[in-house]
């Protein structure tokens, strides 16, 4: 089992930066099992991935659109995940998401609120 919960979001103007972190309360399974990713979704539009890292942090994918402004991260002695967003647009405004993936295990956090405007 496990639970996720973000936070660092908030308003920002385009050019900006935001680190969001994720942090999991895990029982059973051990935090590194876990592919670890950030997806997000705007108003009328479906959700999407933004980066994934895999569970010892040494693989990492970014959506093209996030590439080279997006860094994320894992601390699995401390069971978190982070997503560094410099660089933001208008167009990086959404929920934020983390997931927890294992086989068919799958967790979600609640979101957080990234708005990019000037």
């Known amino acids: 089992q496990v639970q996720l919960v973000e936070s660092g979001g908030g308003s920002v103007q385009p050019g900006g930066s935001l680190r969001l972190s994720c942090a999991a309360s895990v029982s059973g399974l051990a935090f590194s099992n876990y592919i670890l990713s950030w997806h997000r979704q705007a108003p009328g539009k479906e959700r999407g991935l933004v980066a994934t890292i895999s569970g010892s942090g040494g693989i990492t994918n970014y959506a093209d659109s996030v590439k080279g402004r997006f860094t994320i991260s894992r601390d699995n002695a401390k069971n978190t995940v982070s997503l560094q967003m410099n660089s933001l647009k208008p167009e990086d405004t959404a929920v934020y998401y983390c997931?927890?993936?294992?086989?068919?295990?799958?967790?979600w956090g609640q979101g957080t609120q990234v708005t990019v405007s000037s």
């Open positions: 997931k927890a993936l294992w086989g068919s295990r799958l967790y």
